[in-house]
């Protein structure tokens, strides 16, 4: 077997990560994704409730004065939470990948105008500079940096939810604890909602993929387990039987998709995490 | 449903006509506080201290601003959820508070406080934040400014959307209509 030893590595800046992640928070903050607009469209199409519909025109004009005035689209402006995907040939130079992506978030938010919204757990002093970031980095084959930018608002975190089901739960145990969690939340997230839900893994494996399924373009279905596909239909269309509506005020749209995604889990366990999103869904990528 | 125009001070008299479902427009002075500043104004309360603003027919806007950009009044500005100042708000009722401003459901003790004193709880619809800082014309840092965006603010709000959930009456627009459109159970 012949084993390669000499590996062209591809050299990228540190402070092309910082430019890069810096430009994205800004962005992410600012200008709503087409596919979160298009499918709040949509639901203002299919909304019966005289109140829901106000709402949904009142977020959809919101977006387009956040756009035009460059102002952030929530004052929310979030948790700077950072997915990277980093190809294996890839050797970063002038700096650490860790404190670049932060020096990135640090400029955002204090150029951008956006609220530092970081604190000590137990003194509640803000952090000022809305650091740290949460930062989740995968190693894959490669010479790419793909980075996504993702703000995400305290309101809709605090309302998700993770359990450590038993196997006999089963399929009806998740979608029963999906519901119950969508259920208490009730207008406190800022509906329209789109639910992530992390199934299998361990417990943190579980939030993790449940975070990582709220960055699928909003509405697109589960494709690689038909499974999946079925359960989200399922409880997209339980969920809007819950009369919720926008902004809690009644209707017939409380979420706007439910994304799921899946890895197998331990004989013993059935991990389920449930992570709430706003209409406010904010994420950005590039790839350098 | 045409909004009435209100403004603050709140009387007794005019909270005490709002019931659950009203659209309002309000205009006057309203001062933004939240989780830490809220602890703040109870164990001040519980001290006997001055608080830094006057609680009678008071409105409080749960609510921490973005910064506010060179040349504009305030930054993009909107409701927090407000169940996690439910601890201390039955104290800041009975103290004078008219008036609150938040996303969300309150706990049974803040409707029961609401009920007794006769106060209102306004919802404003959470993330337009963009489109609600154009209603405000007016802001003023005037407490705890240590806190950052938690900083007590005294805004001047002009027409400010809202609608009342919870109204003196004990009504709760949240849970009556989520009653109203629901499907079957889950």
Aim: positive net charge; hydrophobic residues 40%; aromatic residues 4%.
């Amino acid at each position: 077997m012949e084993i390669k030893t000499k590996t062209k590595l591809r050299r990228i800046n540190a402070a092309k990560i910082t430019k890069a992640v810096r430009k994205l928070f800004i962005e992410a903050n600012t200008v709503l994704g087409e596919d979160v607009v298009e499918a709040l469209q949509q639901a203002l199409s299919r909304e019966e409730s005289q109140t829901g519909k106000e709402v949904l025109q009142k977020i959809i004009e919101n977006a387009g004065i956040a756009r035009r005035k460059k102002m952030p689209i929530c004052q929310d402006t979030g948790l700077a939470v950072v997915f990277v995907e980093m190809g294996q040939d890839i050797h970063i130079v002038g700096g650490e990948l860790h404190a670049a992506i932060e020096e990135g978030v640090r400029q955002a938010y204090d150029e951008g105008y956006l609220r530092k919204s970081v604190c000590d757990p137990f003194t509640r002093k803000n952090t000022t500079d809305n650091l740290p970031a949460i930062i989740h980095v995968d190693i894959v084959a490669g010479s790419h940096l793909k980075i996504i930018a993702m703000p995400k608002g305290g309101g809709s975190e605090n309302v998700s939810a993770a359990k450590m089901l038993t196997p006999s739960a089963g399929i009806d145990g998740i979608k029963k604890f999906v519901m119950d969690t969508v259920e208490a939340a009730g207008a406190n997230p800022c509906p329209p909602i789109i639910v992530g839900v992390g199934i299998g893994g361990s417990l943190e494996q579980a939030c993790v993929m449940a975070k990582r399924a709220l960055l699928r373009p909003v509405g697109e279905q589960n494709r690689i387990d038909e499974r999946l596909e079925r359960i989200e239909k399922e409880l997209y269309q339980s969920i809007n039987n819950l009369g919720i509506g926008p902004a809690g005020l009644g209707g017939r749209v409380t979420a706007l998709a439910v994304h799921i995604e899946m890895m197998p889990c331990h004989i013993a366990s059935l991990p389920v995490a449930v992570n709430i999103q706003c209409h406010v869904a904010r994420h950005k990528e590039t790839t350098l | 449903m045409e909004a009435r125009k209100i403004k603050t001070p709140l009387t007794e008299e005019v909270v005490t006509s709002l019931h659950a479902g009203d659209m309002v427009m309000l205009s006057g002075e309203v001062y933004t506080a939240r989780d830490v500043a809220h602890r703040r104004l109870y164990e001040a309360l519980l001290k006997g201290e001055k608080l830094p603003f006057d609680l009678q027919g008071a409105v409080i806007f749960y609510a921490g601003p973005a910064p506010t950009p060179p040349g504009k009044v305030i930054g993009s500005i909107g409701p927090t959820t407000s169940y996690r100042m439910d601890f201390f708000t039955p104290k800041l009722i009975e103290n004078g508070l008219r008036g609150m401003i938040g996303k969300g459901n309150r706990s049974p003790e803040v409707v029961e406080a609401i009920k007794q004193h006769r106060a209102v709880y306004l919802g404003a619809i959470g993330g337009i934040a963009a489109l609600m800082s154009q209603c405000v014309k007016k802001a003023e840092l005037i407490a705890y400014e240590d806190l950052g965006p938690e900083a007590i603010r005294k805004l001047t709000i002009v027409d400010f959307p809202l609608v009342v959930i919870n109204d003196f009456q004990g009504n709760d627009l949240y849970i009556s209509e989520r009653r109203k459109w629901r499907i079957g159970d889950h």
